[in-house]
């Protein structure tokens, strides 16, 4: 079993920064593909990035690449993700979510995860 609690969500101005967190307890962290899904409302869960077991590979969603990192931190058992320059269509609410099985990289489609976190709201005002 494996916990997913995601923070740092809050509001920022469009063009600025900020980052989330989301750290992990259960199993051991490296042992999983995590990922960064958004949704907003009346729209379906997006893919935003992922990052594989080692943190060697990255990959993101075309709509936040050049603006949004993911990165991990296995000694922290933490995942993050560093929103810059951000724009008023990047408010959502967004997930932490872990894969439990081997394999699934790339990852980019929710039902490949296993386990999810609570969510943190971000919006961008503009």
């Known amino acids: 079993q494996v916990q997913l609690v995601e923070s740092g969500g809050g509001l920022v101005q469009a063009g600025g920064s900020l980052r989330l967190s989301c750290a992990a307890s259960?199993?051991?962290?490296?042992?999983?593909?995590m990922g960064w899904f958004r949704q907003a409302p009346g729209k379906e869960r997006d893919f935003v990035a992922a990052i594989n077991r080692s943190g060697g590979n990255t990959d993101h969603a075309v709509s936040v690449k050049g603006r949004f990192t993911i990165s991990k931190d296995n000694a922290k058992n933490t995942v993050y993700l560093q929103m810059n320059s951000v724009k008023p269509e990047d408010s959502a609410v967004y997930y932490c979510a872990a894969r439990g099985r081997p394999g699934g990289w790339p990852s980019r489609t929710g039902s490949l995860f296993d386990y999810w976190g609570q969510g943190t709201q971000v919006t961008v005002s503009s």
């Open positions: 259960g199993r051991t962290f490296s042992s999983f593909v």
